[in-house]
Nanobody
Framework: QVQLVESGGGLVQAGGSLRLSCAAS????????MGWYRQAPGKQRDLVAA???????NYADSVKGRFTISRDNAKNTVYLQMNSLKPEDTAVYYC???????????WGQGTQVTVSS
């Protein structure tokens, strides 16, 4: 099991940047995959970016070239650097961890990102 706590959300103008952090309650070194999802009002929760324990990453097409996922194993923290933000990036962003042989999913409480035009 793991507890995840997101931070770093807020209000930013279009074209601006934010860095989200996800602090885990245990070592993330062996977690199968950690990722960021987002959910806008009235829409489903979608994958934004993910990183496996081996360091492989994947991104939603809509954020490629603008967002970067990274991690600091020493701090048990995963980051999402978001640049060139657009109003359509507005959503609640959730941290996710997939753990163990059955890839059990754990979620943070979410952090709001609002991009004004």
């Amino acid at each position: 099991q793991v507890q995840l706590v997101e931070s770093g959300g807020g209000l930013v103008q279009a074209g601006g940047s934010l860095r989200l952090s996800c602090a885990a309650s245990r070592s993330i070194f062996s977690i199968n995959r950690m990722g960021w999802y987002r959910q806008a009002p009235g829409k489903q929760r979608d994958l934004v970016a993910a990183m496996t324990s081996g360091g492989s990453t994947n991104y939603a097409d809509s954020v490629k070239g603008r967002f970067t996922i990274s991690r600091d194993n020493a701090k048990n923290t995963v980051y999402l650097q978001m640049n060139s933000l657009k109003p359509e990036d507005t959503a609640v962003y959730y941290c996710n961890a997939a753990i163990g042989y059955n890839w059990s999913n754990y979620w943070g409480q979410g952090t709001q990102v609002t991009v004004s035009s």
